[in-house]
């Protein structure tokens, strides 16, 4: 439950000791029998669609690199891969930002309250992405309701335009995407152990060092996992960047989208969307080379 | 005893499954059609004026379902589960799908009412698709902002921010924006295509800064007129009565339009393709022609049926004689080959800042 495990190392030794007993191809069977539903439906739904995309991307009717060079001979495509992650860059910081206090705060609350506030960031998640990306033209619009205000109190001269441009993306994104930051950072935050502040503080430590050296880094598969959740889901995002967006917020997935459902396109739509696959899947490599990324599948706690 | 019930009871259940499996197929086959359309209020004037007597009239059931991609055309076609028949679209995606490979079926003109062929406009009939009713793309503008005595009236006007400045919008697409940019570079009508490309671009360049939003749906374009965060675009003609039977302020300019017509296709290996042959020609008929363009103004095909419908309903249509003749007819062969590339084209254009 706590850090107090990590502390006394193993606690099931004699456990592992049995393990150890027996042999190992009747513990193999054992585990991969209750894997074998998952992996099976992983495999169906999963391993052969996504195979099929990348082999389409450089195979139809034969095996052809021109997609891929199409992708690096016209600027548009990389301009446009840059941009995408760019965004999601910046909806991932502008979610960490904002999702970690209300985790925090989350954290330090009785059950009740939790049970109280919890909605609040949940209920969003029932409404569709479509009706909430509308919503939001009519609140940031020029005749919207915070330009209605900002003019009717005389704060403004003209309408701000904080709507089809990067700030409405920005703004529609994170308000989408926030929960995913905030449920894994908060599950993370409620199984640290409040005792080790105490132990800071009584050290001489101030409550900002006791924040910074001991919370934040038992924190972090928090940060990290929300983080991930938050960038991988932006960098396809669709529906809001199309509408809240200006001339120039095109993302990858609307050249996709092109591409498969106007254009007929596929090997070119494959090739483009195995490349995106290809670049998230190198800056999570490359995450796991900065921070212990293992964490984030619970073995420390 | 329980026991026995409970196997009595499943092995009724497993009867009653097995009938429902097998009588399903055979049902579809006697008795329905599926129609797939964009919805919304057209949906609801194609049923009210075509479906629903064609259902009472021959007992077969209509099925809709939205909307029409040739995409999902293309992935039926290809895993060899056809669950569409007829499929409303336009030349563009015709164009499209045949070049992709056979998605679609022929359309056997000679299994259709000749009555109602007869009357059809040359452009509506195509080897795989029949006309379902003609729609375009037009100038439009706010009332309010632009008065009496000071309207655009054509592209050349659109192009011209000093005369008409503010907010615009146009589709984000090539096709419709590069016809619109060579019309305000002066290009006449009859010489529109072939497209000139680099021209076009060129063109485009200057109307850049003005352009708030490309709309991508054409439920968009409406939205910002009514919402005035632009004063002028580029509509789907369809979509300007809704709003000003709102009390919008808004009007179309049908000068120098883009027209353009739906087609009713058949998706290769329909499995109601005698039912779909038979909706599609009972759909020609210019009295329930008439009152679809009654209920949404969007032109018929035979023109038989415009003599039944008011002059101040007819003045509303992009098939209405006077509309007609100052159009454009949107020329989709032109586009099939260039659309690839021209399409990379815009959306680099697009990315460029200036």
């Known amino acids: 439950m706590t850090v107090k495990g990590e502390l006394t190392a193993h606690p099931t030794t004699r456990e592992g000791h049995r393990e150890r007993a027996r042999p190992r191809w009747k513990r193999w069977s054992l585990e991969t029998l209750t894997l074998v539903p998952i992996l099976a439906y992983l495999a169906v739904f999963y391993v052969y669609p996504l195979a099929r995309i990348l082999l389409l991307s450089v195979y139809g009717p034969r095996l052809t690199f021109d997609h891929f060079l199409r992708m690096v001979t016209v600027p548009v495509y990389t301009q446009v891969l840059m941009r995408s992650f760019r965004i999601a860059l910046l909806v991932t910081v502008l979610s960490l930002v904002l999702g970690y206090p209300v985790a925090y705060l989350l954290s330090t609350l009785k059950p009740r309250r939790v049970a109280l506030l919890m909605p609040v960031i949940l209920v969003p998640f029932t409404i569709s992405v479509l009706v909430r990306s509308y919503a939001w033209m009519a609140i940031l619009g020029r005749q919207g309701l915070v330009n209605t205000l900002l003019g009717r109190l005389g704060l403004t001269q003209q309408p701000l335009e904080i709507l089809y441009n990067e700030f409405g993306v920005l703004l529609g994104m994170v308000h989408i995407l926030l929960p995913f930051f905030i449920l894994p950072a908060y599950s993370v935050m409620i199984r640290i152990d409040r005792d080790l502040l105490k132990a800071a503080s009584i050290m001489g430590a101030t409550p900002a060092r006791g924040f910074l050296e001991v919370f934040l880094p038992l924190s972090l598969p928090g940060i990290i996992g929300g983080g991930l959740l938050v960038f991988i889901q932006a960098l396809g995002f669709f529906v809001t960047p199309a509408l809240l967006g200006g001339p120039r917020d095109t993302m990858i997935s609307m050249l996709i989208e092109l591409q498969i459902s106007q254009l007929l396109n596929w090997g070119f739509a494959a090739a483009l969307s195995s490349v995106l696959l290809i670049a998230t899947l190198g800056g999570f490599m490359l995450l796991t080379r900065i921070v212990r990324v293992p964490i984030l599948w619970g073995e420390a706690r | ?354």
């Open chain 2, 1 to 354: 005893m329980t026991r026995r019930i409970g196997w009595w009871f499943s092995g009724a259940m497993g009867a009653l499954v097995l009938v429902g499996i097998l009588s399903g197929p055979a049902l579809a086959q006697k008795g329905e059609v599926v129609i797939v359309t964009y919805g919304g209020t057209a949906a609801d004037a194609l049923r009210e004026a075509h479906w629903k007597p064609f259902t009472a009239e021959t007992g077969i059931v209509v099925r809709e379902e939205t909307p029409p991609t040739p995409a999902k055309v293309k992935a039926m076609v290809e895993s060899g589960n056809v669950v569409w028949d007829i499929v409303e679209m336009d030349l563009n995606w015709i164009i499209s799908l045949q070049k992709a490979g056979n998605y679609l079926e022929k359309i056997p003109v000679n299994q259709l009412p000749a009555k109602y062929v007869a009357a059809l406009d040359r452009e509506a009939i195509n080897e795989h698709g029949i006309g379902a009713f003609y729609w375009a793309w037009v100038l439009a503008y706010r009332t309010d902002v632009f008065k009496a005595g000071n309207r655009p009236k054509s592209w050349a006007d659109f192009w011209d921010v000093k005369r008409f400045p503010g907010p615009r919008t146009l589709q984000d697409s090539p096709g419709s924006n590069m016809e619109f940019a060579l019309l305000a570079a002066g290009k006449k009508p009859d010489s529109l295509y072939p497209l000139d490309p680099d021209l076009a671009f060129k063109k485009l360049d200057e109307i850049r800064p003005s352009i708030k939003k490309y709309w991508d749906t054409g439920a968009l374009a409406p939205q910002l007129l009514a919402d005035k965060e632009v004063f002028l675009g580029s509509v789907y003609s369809g979509r300007i009565k809704h709003l000003q039977d709102q009390g919008i302020p808004v009007e179309i300019e049908w000068n120098q339009g883009l027209l353009n017509l739906d087609y009713w296709t058949i998706v290769k290996g329909a499995k109601n393709f005698n039912n779909a042959i038979k909706l599609i020609g009972y759909m020609l008929d210019p009295a329930r022609q008439a009152k679809f363009a009654k209920l949404i103004p969007y032109g018929p095909v035979n023109k038989e049926a415009l003599p039944l419908i008011s002059p101040e309903v007819a003045r509303q249509l992009p098939s209405y004689a006077e509309n007609k003749k100052r159009m454009i007819l949107y020329n989709s062969e032109w586009w099939g080959p260039h659309r690839e590339e021209l399409n990379e084209r815009w959306q680099q254009w697009k990315l460029t800042t200036k």
